[in-house]
Every structure is written in structure tokens, then in C-alpha cells.
């Protein structure tokens, strides 16, 4: 899986960088900058493309002089129209020049008109007319400049030259600032009494517009010639024919509200110099400086392509490590499947948006990439749910009704998305041209009902996810992705509403963050089973366990490892089994797992030493009981020998049945030299048992009482040799009665076979006392009844113990109580 991800992460680093560069030779091309590039002509394609602000007059005079030509009227980007299909266009000499030079193709460039910036001032509210760019910062009045970011360079590029000598933006970004925190700025706004524009923008907009002139400068102006630009030659009579319409539109609209006043010397006006072409080029990227230096806007949020497309790489860089976090530490398949998908959606909806900002002159397929961004988007709560769902299923993945009705409503909107140029039920475009759709477009029912579902959906596998997280042991850490959750609703209703910041932020970035951010969250605060405890909980294993690679490098080890010598390698590699006996005395075993294996040793010698002292005890007691029987003759003696005789036989029945049980044991250990956890553990339980219970019958002929802490201690000895579900707790305070503790060891160990007997995997047990009475209580997963009647038939005699039993769901709730006083013990075994 490792190197899965990390060739998806080299691909996906490798896309960015292709559509990078993709955009920046497209933006370029636009710009007419980009040195060594071949455009094929279209030998067939007769159409001028002109912008819809050009004159009606002139436009007229266009269709006259060029009857073979269609006239295309676009809103922007003439050039990057006039560069695919079109063969002749309006230009300005700052763009036309670069491109002439440095293209392959041959281009014709014709003057027309000489442009330049001039205010647009309503004479009704401001009567004195605004002389120089100083007494433009000096008034109270609004103005307004346009959005248009070809028109706006040119704009700033005045503002400067004509104010310092030299285009220097940084003075302009620093004049309008000032405007601005007056208060005084605005954009595209025609109602403000200063309106700040190209002249040649004005023209078709001032004759309808009574109370405004064209008032120009007193400073030397920067003049921008407008022309023609051409793929072919052009004839000089309707070059002229285009020229005299200009002068004409300028002389008829003089005489009627130019403002004489202010009309400048022809010596005043400056033209670009090619040492300023370049300096002008040079400062393109007006946008991004004017929004967050002027404007302040968009300072914290990508404004251009090169932030956008390394925003797009980090952001995509962290969910391909997210994704290689989330497959090696998360438990259960079914979450792990499903983050990964979600990871690989989220990144090819970044990777989606890349490649839309690439592309600029194909109306068709920007319009297939905006609409394959549902495609991207749309499965995301499908998956989100489908997570939710088996965020409780440890092995097997499920899909429930729920998931699939999800599915089929995410197709359907989806489909709906895919055919929205045939009903217009998600989008409706309010322009027949294709080239304006991304600009005069709304949203329909379609939308709304798509938007509706999604964030419901969405926010529903949240919920489920959250209702099963309430039973994790981690469940106080729920706030923080409710937080998240809560985050998230704040985000989308702040963008939603166009609060500054959060609608600048582009929704793939928001809406990406925000469902990482969620899962990551239920997955560091353990909301979602992970693994990371897992190599801390093996080290601190007092076990003689090791991990070894497939070079028997060690990986792990748990702190009571020990190191393994040659011979024991070589005798490991020799037997080609998974366990076996080395030296008599260590067991190995060896489990082979994925890449590598798991040795593990244990020291068996105290087994063998006690099967031994077990015999030589057992012949001792023999040998003892014999004496004893020969001392009858004195009256102390028989008494001391009753007693001891006594005691031993109780010893000697314990042992004897307990050894047999052990020699079956060991017997089967002889022959098949395979010894499991279950058989050590019964072995050595066995022994303590034996051990623990002579202990007791030898100290009941000396003591009366026993403390409770130490029959704690017998109790919770015996229960660590078994199985894991079997715990023991107390309050091991104050005495108890020695035969008390007899019958407590007796019916324990009694209860602990039982159990283990029928395959009993959970038994929870309690000690405590109250007044003149002990109890001990035994809480049961399954089969407490047949517990019960095995543990009652075995105390039928005892008067002073008394044992119930009480069902609780699924579990049975069994009660030893046991007073003292009562004189009916009888040596219970």
C-alpha cells in the first residue's frame, strides 16, 4: 500500500505541474507575451471580433467596409478570440507590438485612434471641473474605476506616469489607497459623479448621459493608439474609412459635451516608447496588487493562479499523507476503504480546478470541467455514510439500504447536472453566446434541491458517525469534531452570505479542509479505532517476544526479550516448525506474518522442576504417613500424630488428584512435544492450587484468622493463569475466619475449571465483607445457570453457606455468602 501512495502522489505532483504550466502558457499567450509560439490560421474563419462596449457607429462601419466579415461582440478577451478563430480585432499598441515581435506568425497592425485616460464628470453635482490627479485626491466626491483588468493596467499606468514621469504602480497602489480609506472608491459603479475611464470606453456611453463630460487632464497624458490588428494585409482606403468614423463620433460628441476648457496640446500627449512597452508588460499582474494593496481585499485567500495552483499542491501533498496515515493506522477495513476513496475524490476535485483555470478560449470545455466538478463532489456524503455505517464493523464492509438510496439519489442529480444545457434546471444561462455563460448565468430548482440534499446527507453521516462514537471510551473527545461540525455550518453560511473572507476562499479549498479536517479529527481523538498504542503495548510486554524482518533484523521487542544465539537460529530455521522444545527447557514458537515473523521464547524449567518436586513430595508424604502410623504408644504423640496425619492426608488428596490431572498433562507434553498456552497455564494453576490449599490446611491447625488482604492475594494468583476475560477485584480490609477462606479458595478454584471447562470466556469476580458474613460475587457472560447448579450441588451440606443467583440481560450474577460461626466445614477438596 505504501508504494501505491507514493506513485499516486508522484502522478497527482506531476498533473499540478503539467496544468501549471499549462495555465501560464495560455495566460501568457493571452497577454501576447510568450516568445517562439505558432498560431495555425483559419483560412476559412471570416470574423472580427470586436468587444459589445465598441460604438454602434463604428461597429456599423465595420460591417460597411467589411461586408465578407462576420462581427463577433464579446464582452472580454478579444485577443484570446481573435488568436483561435477571428481575423481581425481592435487592439492597443501595447498589446499589438509584443505580439508582432515575438510571434512566428506574420500580424498587421494599423493606428486608428489615439486613447487615453480621461474622467467621466457629472457637471450637475460637481460644477468646477477636476484639473490634474491632485485635485482628484483633494475632493469629497465618489469615483469609480472600472473591474475591466486590461483597461484598469492602463488606468494605473496613467495615474503614475502622468503624475511622477515614469510608470511606477507602487505610487498609483499608494494614491488610490488614500482615496480609498476616504471612503471614496468604488468599482464599476455609474452612479458615482466621477468616473474614471478610456476615453474610447466613454463614447458610447456619454451621449446618453446629459450632465457628464469628458474632462481631460492638464498633465502631460499617456496616449494608448487604438487599432486594427490583422491577420492579413489591409487596405489603406478602409483603414481611413475606420479612422474618420472615430473622428467623427469624437467631433460630434464635442461639440455637445466635450468641455473645450480643458482640451490639451497634441505636444502634451506622451506615446510608449518600446523601453515602456516592456516596463508596462512587465507590470501585468494588476489584479492581485490592486485588490490587496487598494482595495484590501483577498489578502489571506489565493487571488491568482500561482497562489491558487500552490495552494492546490500543499492542500493536495497533505491529503496524499492523510490518506498514507489513515491506510497504516486505522483498524477497520471498511473505514479505510472509504477514507481512501474520499481522499482520492477531494484531490481530483483540486486537480479538476487546475485544469478549469487552464483553460481560456474553449467555451465547451470549460463548461464539461464546471460541470464535472459534481462528479467530484456529489459521492462525497455517499462515502461519508457508507463510512458511518462500518464505523463499528471490524472485519466484514457493509452497505446498507441507506448507502445505496445515497447512491442512486447522488447518480440522479448528477445526470441532472450532466443534461443541464437541454432543461437549464441547475444553471440558467441568460446569454446566447457561449463565451459569456460563466458571467450571465443564475442558479435553478435543480441547484437548490442538489445543494439541500447534499448538506443534509453530508451532515446526516456526521450525526451517525458522532452516535457511535458516544460509545468509545473516547467519547469525551466528541466536542472536538462536533467543533469541527459546528465550524464547518459557520463556514458555509458565512459563504453563503459573501462575508468577505470566507466567499473569497474558493469552495473546493473550504469544503475540502472542512471534511478532512473532520475525519482527521475523529481519528486523533480515537473516535475511530486506530493502531497507534498497539507498538508501546508490545514493548512494555514482560514476555520474551520478538518481530523480526525477512533479514531476522529485530523490528520490536517486548522488554523481557532476550537475545537469540546462533544455535537457537539455526535450530529454528532447521525444524521448520511453528513450535518446538529447545534444550528441555525453553519453548519456542514462531509465527510467520507479513514481512517478517514473531518468535517467541519461554523458559519452561520451573514446569519441568515442579513435575519433579511434585514426585519427590508425593514419595515423601508416603514415607511420612508411615511413621506416623508407628506412633501410637505415647498419648501426646498419637494426639500430634492424629492431627498431622490429618493434615497430610488432606495434602496428600490434593496432591494426588491434582497429579494425576498434571501427569495427563505432562504425559501428552512427553509425546506429542507440543505444549499450548491453555496446557502450561492449567499446569501451573494446578500447582498453586496444590501449593496454596497444603498452605492453608497446615496454617488452620496453627492460626484461626487470615486477613483479607492475603486471601486476596490467593484469589487474584489463581485468576492470572487464566484466560484474559477473567478478572478479580476487592476491598481486602480487615479478617476472616480461616475455614471461611478454605471454602472461598475451594469454591473459586471450583468456579474457575467450571468455567474454563465449558469455554466460558468472561467471568468477573468480587470480594468483600459485611459484618459477620463474606461474600463473593461472580458476574457471568454466559451459561451462569449451569455454573450455578454445578457450584450448588457442590456446597449442599454447608448450613453456613448460602449461594443465588440473579439474571441480568445477557449475564447471570451469582452470590457466595458465607457466615461465620458455623461449625460445618468438612474439609472440602
Known sequence: MGKKLKIIAITLIIIIIFASFFTFVNKDLNRHKESNFSINSFEDCREIVLLKATPNSIIRTFETVFLEYTIRLVEERTLAYFLSKGRITMAYDVQALPLIKSSKDKFYFYPIYNDKVVILQDFQQINSAIMSWEDLKSIDHKLSLPSDKLELQYICSAISYESIGEVNHDYTYKYLKEINEQK?????????????????????????????????????????????LSWDPIPEEKIKEIQNSYISL????????????????????????PEMIEQFISSNEITTKFNRNVLGIQKFVPIDDIEHHLFSLILIIIIVVWIKHSQKHIIYSGIRVGLLITGILIISWLILTIFKSAIYDNPLVERISWYLYYGFMLPIPVISLYIAENADRPMDRYISNGVKLSSIIS??????????????LVFKFHSLDQRTWNSQYSYGIGYISLKLWFIISLFAAFFIMMKKAWDSPKRKNILIPILVILLGILYSSLYNSRVQFFSELPLTFGMSIFIIGFWTAAIFFDLIPVNKSYP?????????????????????????????????????IERDKEVFVYKDNILVSTTAISGGKVIIKEDISII?????????????LEKENNILLK??????????VRERNYILKEVSKIINEKTREMKNLLEGIEETELIKDKVRKEIYRLAIYSKRKSELLIKSQQEKTYSMEDTSNLLEEITKEMPKGYTFFSRPKGEVNLDTVKILYDYYHQALNIGVGIGIQNITTRLYKENKKTYLHLL??????????????????????????????????????????????????
Not at 447518480?411 to 437549464?424: A, E, M, R
Not at 506412633?631 to 500430634?640: A, G, S
Not at 450455578?788 to 455468602?817: A, C, G, M, P, V
Open 608 to 620: 519441568n522442576e515442579l513435575k519433579n518436586s511434585l514426585e519427590k513430595v508425593t514419595e515423601e
Open 631 to 640: 506412633k501410637e504408644k505415647i498419648e501426646r504423640e498419637l494426639v500430634f
Open 536 to 572: 508501546l503495548t508490545f514493548e512494555e510486554s514482560t514476555m520474551d517476544m520478538q518481530i523480526l524482518d525477512l533479514k531476522s533484523n529485530i523490528i520490536h521487542k517486548t522488554k523481557g526479550a532476550t537475545p537469540i544465539s546462533e544455535e537457537m537460529e539455526k535450530a529454528i
Open 780 to 829: 457471568v457472560d454466559e451459561n451462569g445457570n449451569r455454573i450455578y447448579i454445578e457450584l450448588k450441588d457442590f456446597l449442599s451440606n454447608r448450613l453456613s453457606t448460602k449461594i443465588r443467583k440473579k439474571s441480568i440481560d445477557s449475564s447471570t450474577s451469582i452470590i457466595l455468602s458465607i457466615e461465620e460461626g458455623v461449625e460445618d466445614y468438612d474439609g472440602i477438596i
Open 184 to 228: 471614496r472608491l468604488y468599482i464599476d459603479d455609474p452612479n458615482t459623479p466621477l468616473q474614471i475611464r478610456l476615453k474610447s470606453t466613454t463614447l458610447s456611453q456619454i451621449s446618453s448621459r446629459d450632465s457628464y463630460k469628458i474632462v481631460e487632464n492638464e498633465d502631460p497624458s499617456l496616449v494608448y493608439q487604438l487599432g486594427i
Open 411 to 424: 447518480i440522479l442529480f448528477l445526470l441532472l447536472v450532466f443534461t443541464n444545457d437541454k432543461h437549464q
Open 250 to 273: 469624437e467631433e460630434k460628441l464635442g461639440k455637445e459635451n466635450l468641455d473645450k476648457l480643458n482640451e490639451l496640446a497634441s505636444e502634451q500627449e506622451h506615446f510608449f516608447s
